[in-house]
């Protein structure tokens, strides 16, 4: 402990003058001891003066500060400057009694005896701290709120238009089948199968904004993903823009559908590129991070825990606060064309992988993304072998359940072709009684998930009562969250399409379904 000084050489006056200052006031000496206290610093602090002078400053200091802390105050002795209240800063202190809280510090600096002190004015800025959390809780509440209001929305639609779609894509390919190769209208079916593909992939934009399309997780490696996608990625930003990837020895894995990631980052960079019309640098980066409970607090929606994050960087023309408040909305967009989902449907994804997306930028200094992706210990599986093609149908009994007329019709038509025998039930009170009175067992069953009077999944557990080991392959625009829990694991025996699906898609699900050898019962 060294002697507390005071200035002025007693500094009676100078002592009483400082005790009337509103704020807490610490003087410290070059080597981090305190000499200096005023009685504020003792009612914030919870010591008593005496107990603070000569004992080192980093007594106040929250411990995970204190390592660093010497560091930073040898380089304000190197070059003393006067530092105003409210600088911007996030810092931190500690009372007697342990407890941490949000303070602002100003710091200037006197001479005394030819040695440097530092004076830091400390004022406790809780109350205002969990104010702005609160407000900043509130907007993040309100923007999610909205972001749930328009994803239910357009789920809704993108399920419905999904219906029509399939219609088309699938009547434009019986077409062509009946028309000979060279013919002018084979060109023209071909431009209605394209367009309709087109509109297919922005339902599915709109169903992953929404968190309802369907997804396939695997344990990935993120710089695998990166790595694969990279001259890809080059190829899309063009010569003027400058790519740099960086990324940590030994990532852990993330639990994600590996297309849907690979969307991610080629929505970001054309993003980033078309933010850089004159050229620019684009830079990402992929890191193992934990996020604290401190950062849980300010982030309620956030688990505190490991997590692997993905940050992309563009040196573009920025975005303003009125925009960034619009960015994961769909349809919003500042550029001439587009459809304006790049965003939303990185925003869908991110936070269907239970993860968080944060977005910084300011007009003329570029943006910046961050996604926390929770971190797995377990290692990234290999990606499976494309399936082989299957052989068509042997005239197995097909049931095929559907409310909208058009649907089932086309999915008719689609196994009538590829070999199958197909019964048809517009509602699931009608398939029950045809698996009840049918001369033959039924070998599969295709159902629609959503019906009206009766879900799918309710269908199917009154079916298997009557056959219970009969094959299931459910069909939704939805993704496998408005299946029961237990819909896809309690049997082998079960199988989903997304809508809208080809021909070669449902054949080959319903192929592999009936090839596949149920588990042995434990």
């Given amino acids: 402990m060294r002697p507390a000084r005071s200035p002025g050489g007693g500094g009676s006056t100078f002592e009483q003058f400082l005790d009337f200052v509103p704020d807490a006031i610490v003087g410290v000496d070059r080597d981090g001891a305190i ?35 010497p560091q930073h105050r040898s380089g304000y002795f190197d070059e003393p400057r006067t530092r105003p209240m409210g600088a911007g800063v996030e810092l931190f202190a500690v009372r007697e009694d342990g407890t941490e809280f949000p303070v602002e510090i100003s710091l200037s600096h006197l001479e ?140 852990a894995a993330i639990e994600a559908d590996p297309s849907q990631i690979e969307q991610v980052l080629v929505n970001l960079a054309v993003n980033a590129r078309d933010a850089m019309p004159e050229g620019g640098r684009l830079l990402i980066e992929a890191e193992n991070t934990e996020l604290d409970e401190e950062y849980a607090y ?37 550029k001439s064309e587009g459809t304006g989902l790049g965003l939303a449907t990185v925003y869908g994804i991110v936070t269907g992988a239970g993860g968080r997306i944060d977005v910084y930028s300011e007009p003329g200094f570029g943006t910046t993304v961050k996604i926390h992706l929770p971190a ?30 058009d649907v089932k019709r086309m999915a008719e038509r689609i196994l009538s072709k590829g070999g199958y025998s197909v019964i048809g039930a517009a509602h699931g009170r009608d398939a029950i009684e045809i698996c009840r009175d049918a001369e033959q067992a039924i070998d599969l069953l295709l159902t629609d998930v959503i019906m009206p009077e009766m879900l799918g999944t309710e269908l199917v557990e009154r079916v298997r009562a009557i056959q219970p080991e009969l094959p299931v392959i459910y069909m939704s625009g939805y993704s496998h969250d408005v299946l029961a829990p237990q819909a896809l694991t309690a049997s082998d025996r079960s199988a989903f399409i997304e809508k809208p699906f080809n021909a070669r898609a449902l054949l080959r699900a319903v192929r592999d379904l009936l090839e596949r050898k149920p588990e042995a019962p434990a």
């Fill in 35 to 69: 000499v200096l206290v005023n009685r504020q610093a003792g009612s914030l602090f919870g010591f008593a003066r005496g107990e603070l002078l000569g004992e080192a400053v980093e007594k106040l200091v929250p411990a995970r500060f204190r390592a660093i802390h």
């Fill in 298 to 334: 300010m982030h309620p929606d956030t688990k505190p825990g490991r997590y692997v994050r993905l940050k992309v960087s563009d040196t573009g023309l920025g975005m303003d606060g009125e925009t960034l408040e619009h960015i994961f909305e769909p349809f919003f967009t500042t």
């Fill in 112 to 251: 005394l005896d030819g040695e440097t002190i530092a004076i830091a004015a400390v004022r406790d800025i809780s109350e205002r701290a969990e104010s702005e959390r609160e407000k900043a809780l509130q907007d993040q509440l309100q923007r999610s709120r909205r972001l749930e209001s328009i994803g239910q929305l357009a789920g809704g639609i993108a399920h419905d238009f999904n219906n029509i779609l399939g219609v088309i894509m699938n009547y434009a390919e019986f077409v062509a089948d009946e028309l000979e190769p060279e013919s002018k209208a084979q060109a023209d079916v071909e431009e209605i199968r394209r367009a309709a593909e087109r509109a297919a992939a922005l339902t599915r934009q709109l169903l992953i904004f929404s968190r309802r399309e369907v997804v396939k997780p695997e344990l990935l490696d993120l710089a695998s993903v990166i790595g694969e996608l990279e001259n890809l990625l080059r190829r899309a930003l063009g010569e003027r823009v400058e790519m740099r990837v960086s990324t940590d020895q030994g990532l």
């Fill in 376 to 405: 797995s210990s377990a290692a990234p599986t290999r990606p499976a072998a494309a399936p082989p093609d299957h052989e068509g149908g042997k005239g197995e009994v097909v049931l095929v359940v559907e409310d909208e007329p």
